[in-house]
């Protein structure tokens, strides 16, 4: 994926998935697996991103996509999320 425009001003408040989507058009969130017995299943998604792999686990794979894109943004672009 190549690098998208300039990090906007208010990055910190932009939703991780929006803002690497934003940053990185096209990346590809991967399943890569899940652990656990229902109720309480624990969802992982990976994406590799200028030439990375980032991780993000959750209950649903909403939240694992989230937590792959924060990790994501917290290495690619510097952003501490509050």
């Known amino acids: 994926n190549k690098p998208a425009k300039q990090l906007p001003e208010n990055a910190q408040a932009i939703n991780p998935v929006m803002l690497l989507n934003q940053m990185r058009p096209r990346t590809l969130y991967e399943d890569v697996g899940k652990e656990g ?18 991780f993000g686990k959750g209950p649903n794979k909403k ?18 999320y509050p």
């Open 37 to 54: 017995n229902p109720p309480s299943i624990i969802f992982t998604v990976k994406i590799n991103c200028d030439g990375e792999d980032f």
């Open 63 to 80: 939240v694992a996509r989230k937590n792959c894109a924060y990790a994501a943004c917290q290495k690619l672009f510097n952003i501490n």
